[in-house]
């Protein structure tokens, strides 16, 4: 016998079994507080299920006391003026709580609040919140430094049934028809176990974005959405390989739930006036986050579960892979005819059949199809590439390396799975560093990039070292992502940090990067994708990618040039699929397209990279949902089929085989990026778009730094540069380098254009988009010749070191 899985089943917790027992704070009895934490001791009712039957047997629910009351603690940690952290514990003591997540990056640790007794309620004051505790009933209440508010906790309704039940004798303290469960925690006496829940009131316009990658609309409002990790055979379901527990509203606010459980978030999916979060674990710990803007809440988010650090330059080229090369000479034959035949490229990929036997990792080559394992890395070096290899944390039993680790207790315990393989526990130490020695020979042979695929699968009814599987299923991807990441970081150097995993979990975004799973290839499959790759932006990670083309079978010439102008204009571009996914498969009309568009991506890297340097220091994704940009837009709340690659190219992507699309512009003006045509912002447009291009948009008012077309990053030294300037009114851009930083601004003042850029040790071109005619252009105060070519004016700067004052009349 085995299990099928069944996402509805999953869904399925302890607030929905009969037999749970609930208890609900209910009263302040008393306070203490220390450096930033104050402790409310409630006292708590037991409450247990049952049927309203007051005026009629109307079969509603309710939640009915049983006279039995306990101690409970509710914390609030004052972690900064805009975090507040709330937990939720039974009985008298409240122990630490740390999760793998959470790293706590403040700048201060912030004690400065006022805490005042006001009779019926307690209020904290940090300089951004105020923070309102009724004490009977206890409820929380949030609100903005203005007392505009934020978060309401729904455990009381004056205007409905509730209210009138109040008034019938002894269902007064019922929570009769309750259509969402009130804060507190939760007991199934029978199976023991558990769960914690809060319920906030809903705000009619509210929006939720976040979760993690999910293959759902953008917008989570009216969504029923889970937490769990799962294999998800595809990009079209609700089920996500990554699974963030942290969502931000558009009322100004996060919540990032710290647990490793199973958690679920009913977002306005059945019941309209509030919606309700729930984990399930014995105690309830979450922090509230203020923004109040998005790119704010994103930022503060990331100072508790940790910043993104700046993958290496290489790895912002092409990737090209398929699942698999079978042989040394295969994959040689591959990289040269890629260089052969001029198709940019910078790493290529090594799959599932590097072994004896396809699919059974035991982490050595097979000896006759990669006799000279060490050679092939060597010879691609060569030729300019770098190499990432596959593997997983599963051991089948038919290798020569199960029975060692099974000896070794290197595997989960006690499970009733009938499953071949042996999943390593890499919470054990001594497996872990075993798995570790494997990886490390790999990279030490000068393999630059590990493929951390699976970690979803973690069995739950079995036992390792440091957790029980319900607390180590989602917890197992992040601790996976990290072992790989600082193996390669302790091999490779922080400058050559990279991993290529599908799994992930909150605080992953510390190991870079992640890449969508397997999608099917067809073009339905490549819009959700999409969707789940916008959504996982607005869950902490700044880069992310897919597999351009798909990944099961063959795509259609069509969805594989579309597929490709979406990676190539993604955070990271990788080819991939269980077919040959080389453009040459795929005839005269898609090479022609790659090079077009992989042209473009090269020639873009110096921008790209600018870009991504900033992502890192905001916690904002490479590919920016609009709402994140545009946020008080009612036009872009629900958009998930567009994007601002960076901040300045706005990307409409074709996802059907038709060749044209309804394009939303922002605020602003719009150059489009093929013709300059101009555009009005905040309107809805038709766009025709031949398979030769892609809708793409350049916002006036923006720079973009350019660099020489490459075969491969690092393949010329960058020694000149293009700053590309669409000139509006006034312009500011931070350039970065790996060796050299600089600001770049320009404004118009009365009939004169000011550029001042620099210091840089690089030849710079000036292509400044006006529609003024230009009579003079000086570069430190010295008349240099300029040229006019549709649009634009051009002209060289030569002062290399110094900072460069220019003039244009």
């Given at each position: 016998?085995?299990?099928?899985l069944?996402?509805?089943?999953?869904?399925k917790t302890v607030?929905?079994?009969?037999?749970?027992v609930?208890?609900?704070?209910?009263?302040i009895?008393?306070?203490?507080?220390?450096?930033?934490?104050?402790?409310?001791?409630?006292e708590?009712?037991?409450?247990?299920?049952?049927?309203?039957?007051?005026?009629?047997?109307?079969?509603?629910p309710?939640?009915?006391?049983?006279?039995?009351?306990?101690?409970?603690?509710?914390?609030?940690?004052i972690?900064?003026?805009?975090?507040?952290?709330?937990?939720?514990?039974?009985?008298?003591?409240?122990?630490?709580?740390?999760?793998?997540?959470?790293?706590?990056q403040?700048?201060?640790?912030?004690?400065?609040?006022?805490?005042e007794?006001?009779?019926?309620?307690?209020?904290?004051?940090?300089?951004?919140?105020?923070?309102?505790?009724?004490?009977?009933?206890?409820n929380?209440?949030?609100?903005?430094?203005?007392?505009?508010?934020?978060?309401?906790?729904?455990?009381?309704?004056?205007h409905?049934?509730?209210?009138?039940?109040?008034?019938?004798?002894?269902?007064?303290?019922?929570?009769?028809?309750?259509e969402?469960?009130?804060?507190?925690?939760?007991?199934?006496?029978?199976?023991?176990?558990?769960?914690?829940?809060?319920?906030?009131?809903?705000?009619?316009?509210?929006?939720?974005y976040?979760?993690?990658?999910?293959?759902?609309?953008l917008?989570k409002?009216?969504?029923?959405?889970?937490c769990?990790?799962?294999?998800?055979?595809?990009?079209?379901?609700q089920?996500?390989?990554?699974?963030?527990?942290f969502?931000?509203?558009?009322?100004d606010?996060?919540?990032?739930?710290?647990?490793?459980?199973?958690?679920?978030?009913?977002?306005?999916?059945?019941?309209q006036?509030?919606?309700?979060?729930?984990?399930?674990?014995?105690?309830?710990?979450?922090y509230?986050?203020?923004?109040?803007?998005?790119?704010?809440?994103?930022?503060?988010?990331?100072?508790?579960?940790?910043?993104?650090?700046?993958?290496?330059?290489?790895?912002?080229?092409?990737?090209m892979?398929?699942?698999?090369y079978?042989?040394?000479?295969?994959?040689?034959?591959?990289?040269?005819?890629?260089?052969?035949?001029k198709?940019?490229?910078?790493v290529?990929h090594?799959?599932?059949?590097?072994?004896e036997?396809?699919?059974?990792?035991?982490?050595?080559?097979?000896k006759?199809?990669?006799?000279?394992?060490?050679?092939?890395?060597?010879?691609?070096?060569?030729l300019?590439f770098?190499m990432?290899?596959w593997?997983?944390?599963?051991?089948?039993?038919?290798?020569n390396?199960?029975e060692?680790?099974?000896?070794?207790?290197?595997?989960?315990?006690g499970?009733d799975?009938?499953?071949m393989?042996?999943i390593?526990?890499?919470?054990?130490?001594?497996?872990?560093?075993?798995?570790?020695?494997?990886?490390?020979?790999?990279?030490?042979?000068?393999?630059?990039a590990i493929?951390?695929?699976?970690?979803e699968?973690?069995?739950?009814?079995?036992?390792?070292?440091?957790y029980?599987?319900?607390?180590?299923?989602?917890?197992?991807?992040?601790?996976?992502?990290?072992?790989?990441?600082?193996l390669?970081k302790?091999i490779?150097?922080?400058?050559n940090?990279?991993?290529?995993?599908?799994?992930?979990y909150a605080?992953?975004?510390?190991?870079?990067?992640?890449?969508?799973?397997?999608?099917?290839?067809?073009?339905?499959a490549m819009?959700?994708?999409?969707?789940?790759?916008?959504s996982?932006?607005?869950?902490?990670?700044p880069?992310?990618?897919?597999?351009?083309?798909?990944?099961?079978?063959?795509?259609?010439?069509?969805?594989?040039?579309?597929?490709?102008?979406?990676?190539?204009?993604?955070?990271h571009?990788?080819?991939?699929?269980?077919?040959p996914?080389?453009?040459?498969h795929f005839?005269?009309?898609?090479?022609?397209?790659?090079?077009?568009?992989?042209?473009?991506?090269?020639k873009?890297?110096?921008y790209?990279?600018?870009e991504a340097?900033?992502?890192?220091?905001?916690?904002?994704?490479?590919?920016?949902?609009?709402?994140?940009?545009y946020?008080?837009?009612p036009?872009?709340?629900n958009?998930?089929?567009?994007?601002?690659?960076?901040?300045n190219?706005?990307?409409?992507?074709?996802?059907?085989?038709?060749?044209?699309?309804?394009?939303?512009?922002?605020e602003?003006d719009?150059?489009?990026f093929?013709t300059?045509?101009?555009?009005?912002?905040?309107?809805w447009?038709?766009?025709e778009s031949s398979l030769?291009?892609?809708p793409?948009?350049?916002?006036?008012?923006?720079?973009?730094?350019?660099?020489?077309?490459?075969?491969?990053?690092?393949?010329?030294?960058?020694?000149?540069?293009t700053?590309?300037?669409?000139?509006?009114?006034?312009?500011?851009?931070?350039?970065y380098?790996d060796?050299e930083?600089?600001?770049?601004k320009?404004k118009?003042?009365?009939?004169?254009?000011?550029?001042?850029?620099?210091?840089?040790e690089?030849?710079i071109?000036?292509?400044?988009?006006?529609?003024?005619?230009?009579?003079?252009?000086?570069i430190?105060?010295?008349?240099?010749?300029?040229?006019?070519?549709?649009r634009?004016?051009?002209?060289?700067s030569q002062?290399?070191?110094?900072?460069?004052?220019?003039?244009v009349?």
């Amino acid at each position: 016998m085995f299990d099928v899985l069944d996402f509805d089943e999953l869904k399925k917790t302890v607030l929905s079994d009969d037999n749970a027992v609930f208890f609900i704070p209910r009263k302040i009895k008393k306070v203490s507080q220390s450096k930033g934490v104050i402790d409310f001791i409630c006292e708590g009712w037991e409450y247990r299920k049952d049927i309203m039957n007051i005026f009629f047997h109307q079969l509603n629910p309710n939640l009915t006391p049983k006279g039995n009351k306990l101690e409970m603690i509710l914390r609030l940690e004052i972690k900064t003026k805009n975090i507040v952290r709330i937990r939720l514990v039974k009985g008298s003591n409240i122990k630490e709580h740390s999760t793998p997540m959470v790293v706590d990056q403040f700048e201060d640790k912030y004690y400065d609040q006022d805490f005042e007794n006001q009779g019926e309620k307690y209020v904290i004051r940090t300089d951004n919140l105020n923070i309102e505790v009724l004490k009977d009933p206890v409820n929380i209440t949030i609100k903005d430094k203005n007392n505009n508010e934020l978060i309401k906790q729904y455990n009381y309704d004056e205007h409905s049934m509730h209210e009138l039940i109040k008034y019938q004798g002894e269902a007064k303290d019922d929570y009769s028809s309750f259509e969402c469960f009130p804060f507190g925690l939760a007991e199934n006496l029978k199976t023991g176990e558990k769960a914690a829940f809060d319920s906030i009131w809903l705000s009619h316009k509210e929006n939720f974005y976040g979760l993690g990658e999910k293959f759902t609309d953008l917008n989570k409002r009216g969504q029923e959405v889970l937490c769990w990790q799962v294999d998800a055979l595809g990009t079209s379901t609700q089920k996500s390989y990554k699974n963030i527990p942290f969502f931000m509203s558009s009322n100004d606010y996060g919540i990032f739930m710290n647990t490793t459980y199973k958690s679920k978030y009913k977002l306005g999916d059945y019941f309209q006036k509030a919606y309700q979060i729930e984990t399930a674990e014995n105690q309830l710990d979450y922090y509230f986050i203020y923004g109040p803007s998005l790119k704010e809440i994103l930022s503060n988010y990331t100072d508790i579960t940790g910043k993104t650090p700046l993958p290496p330059k290489w790895s912002f080229g092409l990737w090209m892979s398929r699942n698999s090369y079978r042989t040394q000479s295969e994959m040689l034959d591959t990289a040269k005819k890629l260089r052969n035949k001029k198709y940019p490229c910078d790493v290529l990929h090594l799959d599932a059949d590097w072994f004896e036997e396809e699919l059974r990792c035991d982490f050595e080559f097979a000896k006759d199809d990669f006799p000279a394992p060490e050679k092939l890395v060597q010879d691609l070096k060569e030729l300019g590439f770098h190499m990432s290899i596959w593997q997983l944390p599963y051991v089948h039993q038919s290798t020569n390396i199960y029975e060692e680790a099974k000896e070794k207790g290197y595997f989960e315990k006690g499970s009733d799975s009938t499953n071949m393989d042996g999943i390593i526990d890499i919470s054990n130490p001594a497996a872990k560093d075993w798995y570790k020695k494997k990886l490390a020979n790999l990279l030490k042979m000068g393999i630059d990039a590990i493929k951390v695929d699976f970690g979803e699968g973690i069995e739950v009814d079995a036992c390792y070292d440091k957790y029980i599987g319900e607390e180590f299923h989602n917890l197992y991807p992040l601790l996976y992502n990290k072992m790989v990441f600082n193996l390669t970081k302790e091999i490779h150097g922080s400058e050559n940090a990279i991993i290529w995993a599908r799994s992930a979990y909150a605080g992953s975004q510390r190991y870079p990067l992640h890449w969508a799973g397997d999608t099917d290839s067809d073009f339905p499959a490549m819009a959700s994708t999409l969707k789940g790759g916008l959504s996982f932006a607005l869950s902490g990670f700044p880069f992310w990618s897919h597999d351009i083309g798909g990944y099961f079978m063959t795509p259609e010439d069509d969805c594989y040039i579309r597929w490709m102008q979406l990676g190539l204009f993604s955070s990271h571009a990788r080819f991939h699929g269980t077919s040959p996914r080389e453009p040459w498969h795929f005839g005269d009309k898609v090479v022609e397209v790659y090079k077009r568009f992989a042209k473009i991506r090269y020639k873009l890297i110096p921008y790209i990279y600018s870009e991504a340097y900033k992502c890192t220091k905001n916690s904002n994704p490479l590919m920016k949902p609009l709402v994140l940009e545009y946020e008080k837009d009612p036009n872009v709340i629900n958009i998930d089929d567009q994007y601002l690659f960076g901040s300045n190219i706005l990307v409409a992507p074709i996802l059907t085989k038709e060749n044209r699309r309804q394009i939303y512009l922002p605020e602003g003006d719009w150059l489009d990026f093929w013709t300059k045509k101009e555009y009005q912002g905040k309107s809805w447009i038709y766009y025709e778009s031949s398979l030769d291009e892609m809708p793409l948009f350049i916002k006036k008012g923006s720079i973009i730094p350019t660099g020489p077309m490459m075969q491969y990053i690092g393949e010329k030294e960058l020694n000149s540069l293009t700053i590309n300037i669409y000139h509006k009114d006034k312009e500011e851009y931070l350039y970065y380098d790996d060796n050299e930083k600089f600001a770049i601004k320009c404004k118009s003042k009365s009939n004169e254009i000011k550029i001042i850029l620099g210091p840089s040790e690089k030849e710079i071109l000036i292509k400044l988009f006006t529609k003024k005619e230009i009579k003079e252009v000086k570069i430190n105060n010295q008349k240099v010749d300029f040229k006019v070519e549709n649009r634009y004016v051009k002209f060289k700067s030569q002062i290399v070191g110094k900072k460069v004052h220019i003039s244009v009349k």
